[in-house]
Nanobody
Framework: QVQLAESGGGLVQPGGSLRLSCAAS????????MGWHRQAPGKQRELIAT???????NYADSVKGRFTISRDNAKNTVYLQMNSLKPEDTAVYYC????????????????WGPGTQVTVSS
């Protein structure tokens, strides 16, 4: 099993920045795709950014040019740098990771963190 833990959320003024981190622990051979989603109350959960093990990234149009995803494979950690934050970015942000547990098994399993609140307000 794998546990994810997000950190770095909080209250920030419009135009400000936050850096979220998500550390994975447990039985891990390799981390494949890691990513971030967000969900505001009453709204659908949105894909924000992903990065695979080769470094290929995908971003939602709403955050392109403002958010940057990165990862440290040695630490099993993924980051989300958020700049030029807007009130519309207010949401709970969730980390996810696709994990390969052993080198001989093809199956990969997706795990989710409990989420961290980001509030953008003046």
């Amino acid at each position: 099993q794998v546990q994810l833990a997000e950190s770095g959320g909080g209250l920030v003024q419009p135009g400000g920045s936050l850096r979220l981190s998500c550390a994975a622990s447990g039985t891990i051979f390799s981390m494949e795709v890691m990513g971030w989603h967000r969900q505001a109350p009453g709204k659908q959960r949105e894909l924000i950014a992903t990065m695979d093990s080769a470094g290929s990234t995908n971003y939602a149009d709403s955050v392109k040019g403002r958010f940057t995803i990165s990862r440290d494979n040695a630490k099993n950690t993924v980051y989300l740098q958020m700049n030029s934050l807007k009130p519309e970015d207010t949401a709970v942000y969730y980390c996810n990771a696709d994990v390969r547990h052993t080198p001989t098994m093809i199956s990969r399993y997706r795990y989710w963190g409990p989420g961290t609140q980001v509030t953008v307000s003046s």
